[in-house]
């Protein structure tokens, strides 16, 4: 195959988003292939973002449309890598464009097809906080702001009935029923895998309530909760009710024993919904459960000390195991050892669960098609880590952001463009007999 200059990027997260408008302005061909039907990835869930509490749809939406304008960039949304083969400088790769129903060209977003649709389903993206029609963009804000149809729920695709409700509401002619899956296949050089990671399962932990216990909340579904643009517009309001929470609880560190390694964002984000709660909710009162804290460096060190005194509670616990939250007359009640070991009780309105980050649960199906290692933990494993190398196991497909493990937002763009430094090196010693 001749050079052609063109790289695959796995996600279009805040890393694979950045890594590809850098490569972009090198004037190399990116393909960026996302499973969602929107990009941007974890950060556009958070309404604001530590150390600098900036709030992140300002942060993202210009690097979300620049990627979306940048003539350079082919963006796949909705879309698997179905194949990957090949070899150092030269892989094929099958890319699979799932059935929108939508036209990205026709659709102005206006958003007029989704009131008519008679079904409703849990809305995935936003943690099943609210419902969604079965034609629907994730969340507001989308980009592409272009709605998808799920096929298996819409009642005409899924042959229940002759529905055609949103094709008759739509006066752009922009919805095709008939539409359908298009594969395509491209040659590139070089192969970025950045598709983020996923959350640990917190109802593998029954001590803590989560699953059982309404009031008890992943770290996602805060976030979601808190945001302005989230199921409740931002309004702090316990699930099923519109009572505000007066008593909150972060406990830290859920899972992190059975997953073996510490997030190294999460104290960090349990320190920003303290100053998220002590903004909307300033008579409430807060408490942190931890075994551990984790703030290295000057600006999380500043960001833990800067809270002030009296914000939050810090209770420290020896053992999280003996962590128990159930269900009490006034609302939640967590007992727990102190630090002498004494069993304690604390009642509260809310639970939120700082919960470990994990490996994305796609993460071995797209291993097994990029031929890539995974790590013990099931990240994936980059050759020489302490040199802070992006280079997988697979000469010529890197890997960057959380999908090699935990991190924040900093750490993970900076890897990021450390593999697009690494591809273009890799992209200007490639010249057809080398490979
Ligand atoms: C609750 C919480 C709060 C946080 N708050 C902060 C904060 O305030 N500040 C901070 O610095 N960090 C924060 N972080 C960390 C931050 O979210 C991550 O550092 C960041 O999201 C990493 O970006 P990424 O691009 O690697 O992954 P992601 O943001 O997860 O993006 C990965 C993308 O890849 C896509 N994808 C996945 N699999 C595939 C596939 N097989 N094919 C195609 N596409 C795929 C996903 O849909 C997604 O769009 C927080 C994390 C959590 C869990
Ligand atoms: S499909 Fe039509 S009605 Fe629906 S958002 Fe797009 S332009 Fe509006
Ligand atoms: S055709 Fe499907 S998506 Fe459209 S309105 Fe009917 S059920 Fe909803």
């Keep these: 195959m001749p050079k052609n200059g063109s790289v695959l990027i796995i996600g279009a997260g805040i890393v694979g988003m950045k890594a590809g408008l850098m490569l972009a302005g090198a004037s190399k061909k990116v393909h960026l292939v996302e499973k969602l039907p929107i990009i941007g990835g974890k950060v556009i869930k958070n309404e604001e973002s530590f150390p600098n509490m900036e709030c992140s749809t300002c942060m993202v939406a210009p690097v979300q449309q620049e990627v979306l304008q940048n003539p350079n960039i082919e963006t796949y949304t909705y879309s698997d890598v179905e194949s990957l083969s090949g070899s150092k400088g030269c892989y094929e790769v099958v890319i699979r464009r799932?059935?929108?129903?939508i036209s990205l060209v026709n659709c102005i977003g206006c958003g007029m097809c989704y009131d008519p649709c008679p079904v409703s389903i849990p809305n995935m993206w936003e943690e099943n906080l609210m419902d969604m029609k079965?034609?629907?963009?994730?969340?507001?804000?989308?980009?592409?702001?272009?709605?998808?149809?799920?096929?298996?729920?819409?009642?005409?695709?899924?042959?229940?009935?002759?529905?055609?409700?949103?094709?008759?509401?739509?006066?752009?002619?922009?919805?095709?029923?008939?539409?359908?899956?298009?594969?395509?296949?491209?040659?590139?050089?070089?192969?970025?895998?950045?598709?983020?990671?996923?959350?640990?399962?917190?109802?593998?932990?029954?001590?803590?309530?989560?699953g059982d216990l309404s009031a008890v909340y992943s770290p996602l579904e805060f976030e979601r909760l808190f945001a302005s643009n989230g199921p409740t517009q931002g309004e702090l309001t316990l699930r099923g009710s519109d009572i505000s929470p007066e008593r909150i609880a972060i406990i830290h560190c859920a899972g992190r024993s059975e997953v073996g390694y510490c997030s190294t964002v999460c104290c960090?984000?349990?320190?920003?919904?303290?100053?998220?709660?002590?903004?909307?909710?300033?008579?409430?009162?807060?408490?942190?459960?931890?075994?551990?804290?984790?703030?290295?460096?000057k600006s999380y060190q500043n960001f833990f000390t800067t809270l002030g005194e009296g914000s939050t509670t810090m209770l420290f616990t020896p053992?999280?195991?003996?962590?128990?939250?159930?269900?009490?007359?006034?609302?939640?009640?967590?007992?727990?050892?102190?630090?002498?070991?004494?069993?304690?009780?604390?009642?509260?309105?809310?639970?939120?669960?700082?919960?470990?980050?994990?490996?994305?649960?796609?993460?071995?199906?797209?291993?097994?098609?990029?031929?890539?290692?995974?790590?013990?933990?099931?990240f994936i494993k980059r050759t020489d880590e302490g040199?802070?190398?992006?280079?997988?196991?697979?000469?010529?497909?890197?890997?960057?952001?959380?999908?090699?493990?935990?991190?924040?937002?900093?750490?993970?763009?900076?890897?990021?463009?450390?593999?697009?430094?690494?591809i273009m090196e890799l992209m200007s010693t490639i010249d057809g007999e080398k490979v």
């Design 98 to 101: 799932k059935a929108r129903y």
């Design 134 to 210: 079965a034609v629907y963009v994730p969340t507001a804000g989308s980009l592409p702001n272009v709605p998808v149809i799920d096929s298996s729920k819409c009642l005409h695709l899924n042959g229940t009935q002759e529905c055609n409700l949103c094709v008759e509401s739509c006066v752009f002619d922009a919805i095709d029923l008939n539409d359908s899956d298009e594969v395509v296949t491209v040659e590139v050089e070089a192969v970025l895998i950045a598709s983020g990671s996923g959350l640990f399962d917190l109802s593998a932990l029954p001590n803590l309530g989560y």
């Design 268 to 297: 960090m984000y349990s320190f920003k919904f303290v100053r998220f709660l002590l903004h909307k909710l300033p008579e409430a009162r807060i408490y942190d459960l931890y075994l551990d804290i984790c703030v290295p460096g």
């Design 319 to 378: 053992s999280l195991e003996d962590v128990c939250v159930t269900e009490s007359d006034s609302a939640l009640r967590i007992s727990y050892p102190d630090t002498s070991g004494e069993s304690r009780e604390l009642d509260v309105d809310m639970v939120i669960l700082t919960a470990a980050i994990v490996p994305d649960s796609d993460l071995p199906e797209l291993a097994r098609i990029a031929g890539v290692e995974l790590d013990k933990f099931g």
């Design 387 to 422: 040199s802070g190398s992006t280079e997988t196991t697979k000469a010529g497909i890197f890997a960057a952001g959380t999908v090699t493990g935990p991190g924040d937002i900093q750490r993970s763009v900076i890897q990021g463009e450390s593999a697009a430094g690494q």
